[in-house]
């Protein structure tokens, strides 16, 4: 299976009469653009705003990032979710780099949006602060879920993945600057060189704890928490076989952005035929009782024996009691005789004194940490803010609080804000960018 | 100028060995023995007092030495308090992490210390102040002291303090995000590290697991039908109105309510107002949760003797470790007085 | 005083250090499943009850799950 990714390199984006790209510029016509967007009739308003590396911009509540893309073959980019199933994984793609299409609430936000700083002190706490940022700035008829802590945002979320083909298609007939290949031979039918070399599987939990359907991330559009871990191609993740959801605590979230790009993916490639044999991935998921999380790392460590897996990586998409499914499957593939290393983010408290897995094991011996989601933040106000300031605040996002004893509310009159890491949009980076760790104080 | 006030034994102080251990607490203005190095290795801070105490005084006379000392100290401005270093020193270790902790109580200033990692003073005090790592013996004075003012340099010019292991301080089992000097990407520190693993080669771990340490199981109830057992939650099961205002997601209170006039828990009278799952069902029959329904059956039955008459609920669910200790010691404190044998924890 | 907890999540349970440990059949609904009917959510609860009332009396020597039958 082999996959190659064309990159345009955005420089700026911008307004103007006619949707195009040329030396690094895109132009967007915002009239056309709302009008693609408002065919959905869910949606009631939309606004496109960009926010730049530098400028003094905050955005929140931020539910989803897409990167644009187009497929060669004219093939929708999430199977199952804006088009027809097909396999994923295979063919041409040209991709918009350094932008991603950001959805944004223009009033509410629910327990699993984050926030979003373009400039200062805020800036390296999340990816988006360093790309240049299409927000979608939208309102919806979905009223049933208007005062909810926990919002399905699907009008939102599939506007956001909608609007990644409609930008995408700018680029179809043009030259890439640099082009990418992810090919990844059978299992079976490696060379000898690579097969000398200790095999390697890449553990998936992507985030399906959700019992009401809506909520979870989707696999070829169907609901993750309906599942058993199976093995996948590497090409699949990328090539937009599976979307982020609406659930877990922004931080610990995988965008859909992170799965088209994860870094995890890459850098196995990376060494693939070098220092190790990247034999796949297996996707696995998050549950909520033992029973579930035990038949899920019974699945994974069948899967990872039965390849003939010397080593694993196993990464979740979440915090809290999900650890107990991280540290059941770390457990698991050791058991089986398959070393193993974590990645994934710590809770240990706004002070740092708690413990920072809920469930711990000596197996774990090779962990990487990504960031502590219950880190204390405090920012200043910006010039401007795109969605509602007052979303972290008032509707439950996972990092903010309307008033608190000791340190009032998070949103202060003055615009400036005290928050937890929790509610950064996918702050933690657990796909694989963090350049954050934990350390011993 | 900043005011540093440093404590040492009798035998630093040059008053004798273990013939002086005794010695009474005293205060001197400047800087004795250890406190010249000191004194230098400080930037804009310099030794105003030193207490000097006797090994064994504050060993066996613990308490009344501390409050002599504290006394001293009460009418003293200073902005940091630093105690040794002790070295290998058992009871000299040990007086330095209980007069810094005390210090740090009572004043509110930063306390540092430093010893020998076998010294019994680094596992007692070690996670209440930063106690640096220290040589066995009195030769490497110099390296410990300097490190000691390193960082008391750092803290009273205002500045950002490194993780333990860059100052040089035993961790306090505290832990907190930093970003790499060299950035390096978490997915390429996971790969190096899975290939160092399965090469056999030595790899670094950024989150240690320990063995744990057993928690003492307590002696069993002997006859069941003459206990009293209570019930207790951090399901979040309260009264409709939540009278407590607990929290429901890092709650920091608990509540208890009186339940020896019902059956059962109804609902309309009782809910969870837990946030980290579905409320549904319990909301809908808070025994589901609070099995108040089934052990009233065991007290007819004669299963148990007698149910306690209230039950004790809080929330777990972001809250910390910290304040669920304490609210679990507050609410062991209530069933202690009230003689209650046995307890069942739900947890949701 | 001897506590028995009643959980779901084992793992975590273990992994903080309780010494008595029943499970329980889900997080948010520990002893009744409301897809079931009333008398099969009772007779479950006080099975499972029953079971932790016993383990108080137990003289474990280490960290024990208890079995239970529904």
């Known amino acids: 299976m082999q996959l190659k990714i064309g990159n345009f390199y955005v420089k700026d984006i911008v307004f103007g009469e006619k949707l195009s790209f040329a030396d690094g510029v895109l132009t967007i016509n915002k009239e056309e653009a709302i009008a693609f967007i408002l065919e959905d009739e869910h949606i009631t308003e939309c606004d496109i705003v960009i926010a730049r590396p530098g400028e003094k911009k905050r955005i929140v509540p931020v539910k989803e990032a897409v990167e644009a893309r187009v497929r060669l073959d004219g093939e929708s980019l999430f199977p199952g979710v804006t088009g027809d199933l097909r396999m994923c994984g295979s063919g041409t793609i040209h991709a918009l780099k350094n932008m991603s299409i950001l959805g944004v609430g223009k009033h509410w936000g629910s327990f699993g949006d984050g926030l979003v700083d373009m400039w200062g002190e805020g800036q390296k706490y999340t990816l988006f602060g360093s790309l240049i940022n299409l927000c979608l700035v939208i309102d919806t008829d979905e009223e049933f879920e208007q005062r909810e802590q926990q919002k399905k945002n699907r009008a939102i979320r599939w506007a956001v993945h909608r609007f990644a083909e409609y930008v995408g298609k700018v680029v179809a007939e043009l030259e890439p600057e640099d082009s990418e290949t992810y090919e990844l031979p059978p299992v079976t039918k490696r060379s000898e060189e690579v097969n000398k070399l200790p095999s390697v599987v890449l553990v998936m939990q992507p985030q399906s704890q959700m019992e009401e359907m809506g909520y979870n991330d989707l696999l070829y559009g169907w609901d993750l928490n309906h599942f058993v871990p199976t093995f996948m191609h590497p090409n699949e993740v990328l090539d937009g076989g599976i979307i982020s959801g609406s659930f877990m605590p922004s931080s610990s979230k995988w965008s859909t952005y992170d799965f088209q790009n994860f870094p995890t993916i890459k850098s196995l490639y990376r060494e693939h035929g070098k220092s190790l044999n990247f034999l796949g991935i297996i996707m696995s998921n998050l549950n909520v009782s033992l029973e579930q999380k035990q038949r899920s790392a019974i699945f994974v460590a069948q899967i990872a024996k039965s390849l003939g897996a010397d080593g694993a990586i196993v990464t979740e998409e979440g915090y809290g009691n999900p650890d107990a499914d991280y540290i059941l499957c770390l457990v698991a593939l050791e058991d089986v005789g398959v070393k193993t290393v974590g990645i994934s983010n710590e809770c240990t408290g706004r002070d740092g004194a708690s413990q920072p897995l809920v469930t711990l094991d000596v197996k774990a011996n090779a962990l990487v940490s990504t960031g502590n989601v219950s880190e204390m933040i405090e920012l200043e106000p910006a010039d401007e803010v795109i969605g509602e300031l007052q979303a972290l605040a008032r509707d439950g996002l996972s990092g903010g609080w309307p008033d608190d004893d000791e340190l009032g509310p998070s949103v202060r009159e003055d615009g400036s804000i005290i928050m937890e890491n929790n509610a950064m949009f996918c702050g933690d980076m657990i796909a694989g960018w963090s350049t954050k760790t934990m350390k011993e104080f | ?348 | 005083m001897p506590v028995v907890q009643l959980a779901n999540l084992i793992p975590v349970a273990v992994t903080v250090g309780a010494n008595k440990i029943v499970p329980t059949i889900s997080i948010p609904y520990p002893l009744g499943d409301p897809a079931t009917p009333k008398e099969a959510q009772h007779r479950l609860r006080k099975h499972r009850v029953e079971v932790a009332l016993d383990a108080l009396t137990d003289d474990a020597k280490e960290q024990t799950v208890y079995k239970v039958k529904i």
């Open chain 2, 1 to 348: 100028m900043k005011k540093v006030i440093h404590y040492i034994n009798q035998f630093f102080a040059g008053i004798g060995g273990e013939d002086k251990a005794d010695h009474q607490p005293e205060i001197r203005e400047g800087s004795v023995g250890p406190g010249m190095a000191l004194n230098e290795a400080l930037k804009d801070a310099k030794v105003t007092h030193t207490v000097v105490c006797g090994d064994n005084t504050m060993g066996t006379d613990t308490e009344k030495a501390t409050a002599t000392i504290l006394e001293f100290l009460k009418d003293k401005e200073f902005d940091i308090f630093i105690a040794g270093p002790a070295f290998q020193a058992g009871r000299y270790g040990v007086a330095c992490g209980t007069i810094c902790k005390a210090v740090k109580e009572e004043f509110g200033v930063p306390v540092l210390t430093s010893m020998h990692e076998e010294n019994p003073g680094v596992e007692m005090f070690k996670s209440e102040m930063p106690i640096f790592i220290g040589g066995p013996s009195a030769t490497s004075m110099r390296k410990n002291v300097a490190d000691i003012a390193a960082y008391a340099n750092k803290l009273l010019a205002g500045e950002d303090t490194g993780p333990a292991d860059e100052e040089g301080y035993f961790p306090r089992g505290i832990r907190h995000q930093v970003w790499l000097k060299e950035p390096v990407t978490a997915a390429d520190r996971g790969v190096d590290m899975l290939i160092k693993k399965l090469k056999g080669e030595p790899f670094e771990t950024e989150l240690p697991i320990s063995a744990r340490d057993m928690i003492p199981i307590a002696p069993p109830i002997k006859d069941l039908s003459k206990a009293k057992i209570a019930l207790v939650t951090s399901g979040g099961i309260v009264p409709v109105d939540n009278p407590d205002r607990i929290q429901s997601a890092s709650a920091t209170r608990w509540g208890r309510y009186r339940i020896d006039h019902m059956d059962r828990l109804k609902s309309g009278e009782f809910k969870t107002i837990h946030a980290g799952f579905d409320p549904a069902a319990a909301d809908a029959d808070p025994n589901v949760i609070l099995p108040l329904d089934v052990m009233q059956e065991f007290v007819k039955e004669g299963k148990i003797g007698s149910l306690h008459p209230y039950f004790y609920s809080t929330v777990g669910t972001g809250t910390t470790q910290r304040e669920a200790a304490r609210m679990g010691r507050e609410i062991y404190e209530h069933l202690k007085e009230d003689q209650v044998d046995g307890v069942l924890l739900v947890s949701t």
